[in-house]
């Protein structure tokens, strides 16, 4: 198997370590593990592509490459320059440093990278490691992603749904701010939303006099609704969400065009 690894994080950041070496282990000794992350963080640029500029890529190592812009543009760069005599069998992004879960999930650059793979009918997974007071002072605060990370993406491409939609499914997977011995399980849950906490600005004065300002996100710790991944995270769950990329409420096609009619 030929895998794909991005992150948003930037290409020194340590929970791409953790990531290639699960990568690594699902690849086997006769595959291939390729790296193309962001030069520098790309936390909250989401589903962005550098497309009104040019992009810098630099050979760092064997399979190993580094390009100035977002984790979509990594993954266009890894499957159309890098590895384009023979594209990744799936893409990989992550681990993140921190949970893509909830809301989240629309600001992250993690999904962005695994949004783009899924666009391009490559199978996809993004990864998150949740933190907490139980695992941020560890020696490895990814260890619950580092212990069970290649188990459960290996249970993904052997068990998962996967389909060959116009808009194909593709997995947000979030580890819980927990150690590996303390995690209780894993359990699929639907995008949660935390209606008490969300995005938002506190601005500041330079000494100069310029005004700038700071995003500042809301708390992270608190449940969101029952059968939702933030909610199985904080109850001691690896939580697995797929998605896609279509954002119709399809729900809601029928009633709009009759009240519209």
Excluded at 33 to 57: D, K, L, N, R
Aim: hydrophobic letters at 40%; aromatic letters at 8%; proline letters at 7%.
């Amino acid at each position: 198997m030929r895998i794909l690894i991005t992150n948003d994080d930037g290409i020194n950041a340590p929970g791409l370590a953790v990531l290639h070496a699960i990568a690594a282990e699902i690849a086997g000794p006769q595959g291939e593990v390729w790296t193309v992350a962001p030069a520098f963080e790309q936390s909250g640029v989401g589903h962005c592509i550098s497309y009104t500029h040019p992009t810098m890529i630099a050979e760092l190592g064997p399979r190993r490459f580094a390009a100035e812009g977002s984790p979509a543009d990594c993954v266009l760069a890894g499957i159309y320059h890098v590895m384009k005599d023979a594209p990744p069998d799936l893409v990989l992004s992550g681990v993140n440093r921190g949970n893509n879960a909830g809301e989240n999930v629309l600001y992250s650059g993690t999904i962005g990278g695994a949004m783009e793979a899924a666009l391009h009918g490559i199978k996809a997974i993004a990864l998150s490691q949740f933190y907490g007071p139980q695992n941020v002072h560890l020696d490895d605060p990814f260890d619950a992603a580092t212990r069970l990370g290649a188990g459960l993406v290996r249970g993904l491409l052997d068990k998962g749904l996967w389909d060959e939609a116009d808009y194909r499914l593709f997995y947000n997977v979030n580890f819980p701010p927990l150690p590996a011995s303390a995690v209780k399980g894993t359990r699929v849950a639907a995008q949660g939303f935390r209606r008490y906490a969300g995005f938002r600005i506190e601005p500041h004065t330079s000494p100069t006099g310029r005004q700038f300002m700071w995003i500042k996100g809301g708390e992270q710790g608190r449940p969101t609704l029952p059968g939702t991944d933030v909610t199985a995270n904080v109850e001691g769950y690896i939580s697995v969400t797929p998605l896609r990329c279509d954002l119709t409420a399809h729900d809601r096609l029928a009633e709009l065009e009759a009240a519209l009619a």
